[in-house]
């Protein structure tokens, strides 16, 4: 059983920052692959980064790439997103999600546990 709960979630100008983490209940974090979806209004689930447990390789969405940033500290069971240069186009509610184990998958049928979601707005 694996909880995961979302925060840093906001209202941000175009061009700020966020930084998003997810903590991650029981012995699991190290084991698990984990990732960042985000679901805009009337869109469907979208995968945006994942990490894998293993090796640490990420894997990123087209869009975000070279802006956002997965990682992960296993002492504190957590796992973050740093978005960079944000765009009105970013703005979704972000999930994240985990499955056990080592590969990354971009579809959300991969993974077995997801938070409550954390709302993203980029607005001036």
């Known amino acids: 059983q694996v909880q995961l709960v979302e925060s840093g979630g906001g209202l941000v100008e175009p061009g700020g920052s966020l930084r998003l983490s997810c903590a991650v209940s029981?012995?699991?974090?190290?084991?698990?692959?984990l990732a960042w979806f985000r679901q805009a209004p009337g869109k469907e689930r979208e995968f945006v980064a994942g990490?894998?447990?293993?090796?640490?390789?990420?894997s990123y969405t087209d869009s975000v790439k070279g802006r956002f940033t997965i990682s992960r500290d296993n002492a504190k069971n957590t796992v973050y997103l740093q978005m960079n240069s944000l765009k009105p186009e970013d703005t979704a509610d972000y999930y994240c999600?985990?499955?056990?184990?080592?590969?990354?998958?971009?579809?959300?049928?991969?993974?077995?546990?997801w938070g409550q979601g954390t709302q993203v707005t980029v607005s001036s």
């Open positions: 999600a985990a499955r056990s184990g080592a590969l990354v998958f971009k579809e959300t049928a991969e993974y077995n546990y």
């Open positions: 029981g012995r699991t974090f190290s084991t698990s692959t």
């Open positions: 990490i894998g447990w293993s090796d640490g390789r990420t």
